[in-house]
């Protein structure tokens, strides 16, 4: 099994930052994806960035420019350094893994951190 946890959320004026950490452990051999997914009050959960092993980034529209999403492969450790916040940033944002998969015990299991609250006040 595979846990993940997140670190660094909380309250922040507009125009301010926050890093968010993402810290893998367990039966990681398999992890190809990491990244963020994020659920503001009454809104739908979105993705906001992800990132391969490999380095592939991909980024949500509203977030680039802003966010900027990382990772240590043999640490199995993932970063979003999230700057220029706004209001509308504020939501409960989940860090997430994915197998590959390919490769000897690889299914494409997905795993979830509880999340991390960011709060952007105007």
């Known amino acids: 099994q595979v846990q993940v946890v997140e670190s660094g959320g909380g309250l922040v004026q507009a125009g301010g930052s926050l890093r968010l950490s993402c810290a893998a452990s367990g039966d990681t051999i398999c992890i190809h994806v990491m990244g963020w997914y994020r659920q503001g009050p009454g809104k739908e959960r979105e993705l906001v960035a992800r990132?391969?092993?490999?380095?592939?980034?991909n980024v949500a529209d509203s977030a680039k420019g802003r966010f900027t999403i990382s990772r240590d492969n043999a640490k199995n450790t993932a970063w979003l350094q999230m700057n220029s916040l706004k209001p509308e940033d504020t939501a409960v944002y989940y860090c997430y893994a994915v197998d590959r998969t390919w490769g000897a015990g690889c299914h494409g299991s997905d795993y979830w951190g509880k999340g991390a609250l960011v709060t952007v006040s105007s």
């Open positions: 990132i391969t092993s490999g380095g592939s980034i």
